[in-house]
């Protein structure tokens, strides 16, 4: 079964600095993708960046990068230059094709708190 | 309105009560979902509509009872719930290529259920 494991409930950063939030998962596919999404309090659930299981290169957008290490089933988000606005839950999802849709899988989520 | 959109955002009722959630979205999708985001818990994907055409039922108690009448909208009927269904219900939408199953799911803000 394919899951997602968020081992940080909870994390804090101070305002400009740099924070990594980790993600695992379990899969036997060889074709799937992996996304952050950003839930601030408002509850509006964004996409913050997603990463093609093909793809090698590690996907950035701004202030937002990861660190996917596809042997190690590792997909981790890092935070540059944080902002207050950047506080939220943050959940990582897999995302694989089941017959005529795809199935997301998401992870508990991890809540940032970003100190001014 | 732009994206997604869900009414009512917050709902109350009790056990012996019959409610509808309803999701719009006005993006053009031709696939829409309902997930359950409860405290402490991975989001839990509900329902699946591809081309109006349910393609997911992810062992959901038959209290709840989706409808998708066309492309645009989704509904989700409640009747004689129980406490732990209280929870954030969650709609998203996305566009499904057939050959191509590499979409992002749009989220609306969600409709927060009490159920007492």
């Known amino acids: 079964a394919q899951t997602v494991t968020q081992s940080q409930p909870e994390m804090s950063v101070q305002e400009a600095e740099t924070v990594t939030l980790s993600c695992t998962y379990d899969t036997s596919e060889s074709d799937y993708y992996l996304f952050w999404y950003k839930q601030p309090p408002s509850r509006q659930m964004i996409l913050v960046i997603r990463q093609e299981a093909y793809k090698q290169q590690n996907a950035t957008e701004n202030r937002f990068s990861v660190n996917f290490q596809k042997a190690a089933k590792s997909f981790s988000l890092k935070i540059s230059d944080s902002q207050l606005g950047d506080a939220a839950m943050y959940f990582c999802?897999?995302?694989?094709?089941?017959?005529?849709?795809?199935?997301?899988?998401f992870g508990k989520g991890t809540k940032l708190t970003v100190n001014p | 309105e732009t994206g997604v959109t869900q009414t009512p955002r917050h709902l109350v009722m009790g056990m012996t009560n019959k409610k509808s959630l309803k999701c719009e979205q006005h993006l053009g999708h031709n696939a829409m979902y309902w997930y359950k985001q409860s405290a402490k818990k991975p989001l839990e994907l509900m329902f699946v509509?591809?081309?109006?055409?349910?393609?997911e039922n992810n062992s959901v108690p038959s209290r709840f009872s989706p409808e998708c009448p066309n492309s645009s909208h989704l509904f989700l009927h409640l009747h004689t719930l129980q406490p732990e269904d209280s929870a954030l219900y969650l709609c998203?939408?996305?566009?499904?290529?057939?050959?191509?199953?590499?979409?992002?799911?749009?989220f609306g803000p969600g409709t927060r259920l009490t159920v007492l």
């Open positions: 998203a939408s996305s566009q499904f290529f057939s050959g191509s199953w590499y979409n992002e799911q749009f």
């Open positions: 509509y591809s081309l109006e055409e349910r393609v």
């Open positions: 999802a897999y995302r694989y094709p089941q017959g005529g849709s795809e199935k997301l899988v």
